[in-house]
């Protein structure tokens, strides 16, 4: 293909060029060469919409409506697929991850609504799925992290601190490799393979969930209070002294409510959803930032061992030292701060947004 550009000034130069392919009788063709492209490969270059959220009716039968949600997750998990293979962004991996885990999240939201042997077989296999992707995910966000944990503690640390940067980058590239072994098994491929049949089949002979005929917006609605409710109930037992699995574990009540909230947002109203899950992400920002600085502080120790034994240089030990200190220290504050961050989510003003974003789905 040529393409001929106008430049301002330069039009009859433009004209004459033009002239003179026709003259060659090559053919002239609208757009330009990269659409051309992407229209003969059928690829859409506004690029892939990995939105949770799927039209949907609230007086559709459940089992309509999941199904739906799960295949949308489904072509998420299909479109980011290759591209963590191939390792070309991290966002790749994050989006595969956060995919799976939303479906593992509706899976367990579906009960008596899904197939009981369905569910609990495609839970399990997708707990796999994502099991694997854990640790080149806590790496990636700890190389991604790196340059705002060691700027603060000044050049020198800093520069004592490359043979950690360095050893963090190896075992990133280690658990890619596992993970992208596990990506090419045929445990994997069976899974998607049969995970995508299953959605594409019509529902006559399968047995359903007693709730598959109920209105949708029935069974999402009741879903939601029931995740908030056990968000707040844990979240009331939270104390100083609560070890941190426990508040890891509410870290995940948290996420269950935000993925049915985004899954099935079409249901809601807009405005009223918005709010509820602004609030909700206040809270949720709090437990990602103990989280993440619990899971760094401990690979941190795992590295510094390493290196002690290795034979590191007193520089690069007293750095880990201090790179540990400061991980802490946002641990200890995030966990400080999440009596309030709980307390401005345990409230009338919540309950509030809830009720608004649930009005008329079907309670």
Known sequence: ??????????????????????????????????????TAAAVDLAGFDDSPTVPLD???????????????????????????????????????????????SILTHGKRVLPADIGE??????????????????????LIEWDGYTAPLGAAAAGALEPVHALLERRRAAAYATLVESMRSRRAGDLMTAWRA???????????GEHAGRPLGEVVARRITTAHRRLVDNGRL???????????????????LRYVLECFGSLLPEGPRKKFVQRLKVLQDNLGEHQDAEVHIAELREISRDLHHGGASPDTLIAIGQLTERLDQRRVQARTEFAARFDA?????????????LDGIGR
């Open 198 to 208: 299953w959605l594409t089949e019509p529902d006559d002979d399968q047995p359903q």
């Open 1 to 38: 293909t040529i393409e001929i550009h106008e430049i301002v000034g330069y039009a009859k130069q433009a004209r004459r060029a033009v002239e003179m392919l026709d003259g060659l009788g090559l053919d002239r063709v609208a757009g330009d060469t990269l659409s051309a492209a992407a």
């Open 58 to 104: 609230p007086r559709e039968p459940a089992i309509d409506g999941f199904k739906a949600v799960l295949a949308n997750l489904a072509t998420t998990i299909e479109a980011n697929w290759q591209g963590t293979i191939d390792q070309l962004d991290p966002e790749f991996l994050h989006d595969l991850r956060v995919a799976v885990r939303r479906t593992r």
């Open 345 to 357: 989510y345990d409230t009338n003003a919540t309950e509030d947004a809830l009720s608004a974003a």
């Open 121 to 142: 077989h495609a839970s399990e296999r997708f707990g796999w799925l994502g099991g694997q992707t854990g640790p080149a995910r806590d790496l990636d966000v700890y």
């Open 238 to 256: 939270i104390r100083p002294e609560t070890p941190a699995e426990d508040v890891h574990s509410l870290r995940k009540d948290a996420k269950k």
